[in-house]
């Protein structure tokens, strides 16, 4: 089942090396009407797989994925890896650009999913801009690049959030840095840097869609009120709104630090992620009510995040696609996949890595102490899902998990 017409395509810089990035952002189908009760707020974000192999958000397993993660009420994104797509650039040797390319998008997933209004009858108007153009206008640069919550909404509400990703898009997935250190980076950041473009893209289609939805909501006529759907994409627009360029003032902008320094940042989370997680793990298990507030330096609330892995690749073919790898960096991977809810689904016939190793790889992070790891292996799938019926019960896994994630 093809995707709906996303509500936005966008594109954003890579703060690798402010790569252009193209993504999509896909609401569900409750957007559409905002009659019943209220949203709660969560979002998944899905990587595609391997590039040069012809992997892209296009690719049907993403697809496929993202429209089961749609249905569940999910606000989805998706993105093309540089050299993907109409994204800009090459892929790398090592995945360490890929890797940042990641970190982007879900920094700005992360940002635009918590200044969303969420639907139902007691939304609130943000009241912050009106639009009634079908393209987004830049937002100057005097605009505070700190991030503030939508009027109306409880700062404390941290929301759940799923990081997916398929064959190398879960190779990435598993070495990403904890969620709050990919935040960490885009707080307080520099005017006209790549990161702080990233924020204001994201609170600008936040804020757009907002006035958007309230005025179709008011029996207003324009562009909003001509968004029309069914099924998962019913809260989209046939037309999605697409928006490139920048968002800063012209000669504001600042090129992204150098890959060294980049990669930096996210090495030493990697070192860090270990206590991160264990002083967090605590606070994870609580209920939301119980969730602790934000404090003044947390412009964005953490969201409580789950790791959904689609046909992950392991030993050479892994070593072959990054070459950035370290015994450090994988035993915090091992450690967040363990100690935050994870799923990985894999086929007996994935040509890429043995089943005998997945199951190996899956039996070992599933016996570390209060392992939160789960698997699901799916009988006579290949690593592309193309035999008969497989797919079927590939979305009914990620369905079964993204629903759980809730409780």
């Known amino acids: 089942m093809p995707l709906p017409p996303p509500a936005f395509s ?6 690798h090396d402010d790569t252009t990035l193209s993504c ?6 409750s957007f559409g009407d905002g009659a019943g009760e209220a949203w709660r707020r969560r979002g998944a974000v899905v990587a595609h797989p391997y590039a040069p192999l012809g992997g892209s958000q296009d690719d049907p397993v993403v697809a496929a994925v993202a429209t089961e993660l749609l249905g569940k009420g999910y606000v989805v994104g998706t993105f093309n890896f540089r050299g993907a797509g109409n994204s800009k650039g090459r892929t790398s040797w090592t995945a360490k ?22 639907p139902g009858p007691d939304a609130v108007t943000p009241g912050r801009r009106k639009f009634s153009e079908p393209t987004l206008s830049p937002i100057p640069s005097s605009v505070p690049v700190t991030t503030e919550f939508s009027h109306g909404h409880d700062a404390r509400e941290r929301g759940n959030l799923i990081l997916a990703g398929y064959s190398y898009g879960a190779m ?17 950041t520099a005017g006209g840097s790549a990161e702080a473009e990233i924020r204001l893209r994201a609170l600008a289609l936040a804020r757009q869609w907002n ?44 090129a992204s630090h150098e890959a060294r320094r980049s990669m930096e940042s996210l090495r030493r989370s990697f070192d860090l992620s270990r206590k991160s997680l264990t002083r967090r793990r605590s606070a994870d298990k609580r209920s939301s009510d119980e969730s602790p507030p934000a404090t003044a330096t947390d412009e964005v609330a ?33 450690v967040k996949l363990t100690m935050q809810p994870c799923l990985a689904v894999f086929g007996d016939r994935d040509m890429f890595t043995s089943p005998k190793r997945l199951r190996k790889w899956a039996a070992e992070l599933a016996a570390a102490r209060d392992s939160l ?35």
């Open 10 to 15: 966008c594109s954003i810089p890579s703060v």
């Open 172 to 188: 990435l997935t598993t070495y990403l840095p904890p969620t709050r250190d990919v935040l960490d980076r885009f707080s307080r």
């Open 373 to 407: 790891f789960h698997t699901r292996e799916i009988a006579g799938a290949g690593h592309f899902w193309h035999e008969e019926g497989v797919e079927g019960r590939l979305r009914e896994a990620v369905g079964v998990f993204a629903a759980d994630v809730l409780a």
């Open 211 to 254: 006035e958007d939805e309230q005025h179709k909501r008011a029996g207003c006529r324009g562009r909003s009120s001509q968004r029309k759907g069914d099924g998962a994409g019913q809260g989209q627009s046939h037309a999605p709104v697409v928006v490139g360029g920048e968002e800063s003032e012209p000669g504001t902008r600042q």
């Open 97 to 118: 650009a890929e890797l940042a390319d990641y970190v982007s998008f879900a920094g700005f997933f992360v940002h635009y999913l918590q200044h969303l209004q969420p």
């Open 302 to 334: 953490e969201p409580r995040t789950s790791y959904l892995l689609i046909s992950p690749l392991l030993g050479p073919v892994s070593s072959l696609a990054t070459l950035f790898s370290s015994p450090a960096v994988g035993r915090a991977s091992r």
């Open 24 to 29: 999509r952002l896909y609401h569900p189908a």
